[in-house]
């Protein structure tokens, strides 16, 4: 699974789910001209090249009517695949600047499975750069809760929503992402915990290429720039203002690292 930059901390402008097409292109196998099917023994493979022969087809060639009806194909072949047709047409729709056709199909692989935290946080995003921040907020607090009970599970390697420490990520962009709703409608409180929250979370992340480090660092360095534009001395002064708000989410950490 790809890994979101956690630039939109600092800059609302990028959008980065216009990178997300290759959400689960590395799972999906080898480029196979698409053809029907005749043994539903052979549907899970069919479906793979089905889903790698969009992205070939949308990655050179561009918006055209090919991609998707190969998508569509895919939803009636393996209807339990539906909610990943839907996410994929709404990357296709956004990289396209097509964002309310985007929005509507998001909205839709969610509606098909509301477990996807996945779908959530990237709905969170879109609707972030579309300044709609309270309802950006609701998906990103989704995906959190989702993310959560997730990880506290047993892990399953075919979880749609990735290995523990993709989630772990995602969960911790989460966090960043209502750090910076709560900096852009001055809500310095929101901002400030949910920006610590993050920093303390990517710490938790095992990442050996130092990237979930790096970004702690950056949402460390934000953290500071907002005890500043709200006037806190320190961060142990907004600590202790919002204690009861970084003890439940300490508790919270220490409850799933048992």
Known sequence: MIIICLQRIFCRKNAPYIFSLLVFHSVLGCYSEPSKVNNSKNNEGKVKEMFTASFEMFNRYGFIKEPIDILNQVSEIAPEKAYLVKLNLGFMHLKMKKVKQGII??????????????????????????????????????????????LNGRPNPREVDGLPEDMRQKRALSYAQIGVCGDLTNDGKRAIVYTLKASMEFLQVNDPTGEAKNKALIAKKTLYKMLEKYNFRSREEAVSTFNNEIMAFNAMSQSRNN
């Not at 709905?123 to 990103?140: C, D, K, M, P, Q």
């Open 105 to 150: 199909h998001l909205k839709e692989a969610i509606k098909l499975n509301p477990d996807f935290a996945t779908a959530h946080y990237h709905l969170g995003n879109v609707l972030l750069n579309e300044n709609l921040i309270e309802e950006a907020i609701r998906h990103f607090e989704k995906a959190i809760k989702i993310f959560s009970r997730k």
